[in-house]
């Protein structure tokens, strides 16, 4: 696996809402800002299915953090590590 460079922390999750008896569409209602998705289709899937996967990882300092989201490992994989991740 290749994560995205980090000098700070970086954490994954699997279905963290379930943590919290919540599904993956309340879950993401009560977040203040979301995570970045690959899509919306990926986004309603993930809802669908009530799978996803999040990387959340502090690039340069402990301050500033990027977060992106998806229904597998490898798609959350691909867009942490992809130039789509908004800064």
Not at 9 to 17: A, D, K, P, R, V
Not at 49 to 77: D, R, S
């Amino acid at each position: 696996m290749i994560f995205p460079e980090h000098k700070c922390g970086l954490t994954i999750s699997h279905n963290e809402c379930r943590n919290y008896y919540q599904t993956v569409r309340q879950y993401l209602d009560y977040m203040e800002a979301g995570p970045t998705w690959p899509s919306e289709e990926d986004k309603a899937l993930a809802i669908e299915t009530n799978e996803m996967w999040e990387i959340q990882w502090y690039p340069k300092t402990p301050i500033g953090f990027f977060h992106v989201a998806a229904t597998t490992l490898e798609a959350a994989l691909e867009l942490a590590n992809s130039n789509d991740v908004p800064e």
